[in-house]
């Protein structure tokens, strides 16, 4: 018999349900074996009945063994779905980065609710200045934005914004045969084919904007670190797998791109932040030339790591 799955999106962007899909001919042959019984990316199903005339008057997600969430939890809308999902489910998988440590949504963290508000909805160049809108039309926005685990017990987390289609594949894999999943667990340096020379020359970092030079003849292999050539990468303190498990290089360091941390620390409570300017201090590099700090918490702010500096705005 299938294997019941839900599927919900809470704060997020649809992106990691597009990585499912992005499973190929490999979902056709999961497919085989799963049945998803509940996915609104996809399926039209509603929580209050199928007439839309709200029959029902308790929010209804199918029972199923495996329950996949990605996107993090912003306001009671998604509190209340992701206990409705922890409720009807044996085992929930947060998917992707925002679910797992917040993701870019948590990078709201550094305002507060009324500066967000006033912001959108009264100091907007574009925007006639009204009210906040009020629950029903909008439901009642949490304190901050807060990762998964924060609000519902999670069995199994996949980072990655959004994770490699291979790794959402051995969580399947690894669910159905009931064995424990073999995901990436060291950094993105640890996977990176790009020349090290060693530390010790470079004082100072340029800041995100820039990147490396692309020259199409010339293979990744055969360019010297980013980091080495002072620009933030930040692969020394992010997880693994953009690369899949085929042994290519990092997605972004293909593009000659600086990586930006999109799967997180390298350890699940790891501080991205915290730990970039650890290895930048035993490098002798200079800190005050990373001049934009919270950008190191670009995919991981949600935990309380990035908190609003507002005085008096809560
Ligand atoms: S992790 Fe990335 S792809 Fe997934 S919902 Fe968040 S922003 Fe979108
Ligand atoms: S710092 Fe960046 S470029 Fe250098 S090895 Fe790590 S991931 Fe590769
Ligand atoms: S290189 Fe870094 S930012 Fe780019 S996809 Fe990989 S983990 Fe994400």
């Known amino acids: 018999m299938a294997v019941k799955v839900a599927s919900e999106w809470l704060n997020s962007c649809s992106g990691c349900e597009i990585a499912i899909l992005n499973l190929g001919e490999t979902l056709l042959d999961v497919l085989e074996q799963i049945e998803f019984v509940h996915m609104p990316a996809l399926l039209d199903h509603k929580y209050f009945g199928q007439k839309g005339e709200r029959e029902i008057h308790k929010l209804e997600i199918p029972k199923a063994t495996v329950g996949i969430i990605s996107g993090g939890i912003r306001n009671e809308e998604h509190v209340e779905v992701a206990e409705a999902m922890r409720r009807n489910c044996d085992i929930i998988v947060a998917l992707g980065t925002c679910a797992t440590h917040g993701g870019i949504p948590a990078l709201i963290n550094q305002f507060s609710n009324a500066a967000l508000f006033d912001r959108v909805y009264r100091e907007s160049e574009t925007t006639d200045p009204h009210e906040d809108p009020a629950d029903p039309v909008l439901p009642v926005t949490l304190d901050r934005s807060y ?125 991205q932040l915290l730990d970039y300017l650890n290895a930048l201090a035993s490098n002798q590099i200079d800190l005050a030339s990373i001049i934009d700090r919270s950008t190191l918490l670009e995919f991981s702010g949600a935990h309380g790591l990035l908190r609003s500096k507002a005085v008096g705005k809560q």
């Open 147 to 271: 990762a998964l685990d924060e609000k519902i017990h999670v069995d199994l987390f996949l980072p990655g914004c959004p994770p490699h289609p291979d790794w959402i594949e051995e969580a399947i894999r690894a669910l159905l045969e009931g064995r424990a999943p073999q995901l990436p667990e060291k950094s993105v340096c640890d996977t990176c084919p790009t020349i090290k020379e060693g530390k010790g020359k470079l004082k100072k970092l340029h800041r995100f904007t820039r990147n490396a030079h692309f020259d199409a003849n010339r293979p990744v292999s055969a360019m010297r670190c980013l980091l080495e050539q002072g620009l933030p990468c930040m692969g020394p303190v992010t997880r693994a797998g953009c690369a899949g498990r085929n042994g290519e290089a990092p997605q972004c360091i293909r593009a000659r791109v600086p990586c930006q941390g999109c799967y997180g620390p390298v350890k699940r409570d790891g501080n």
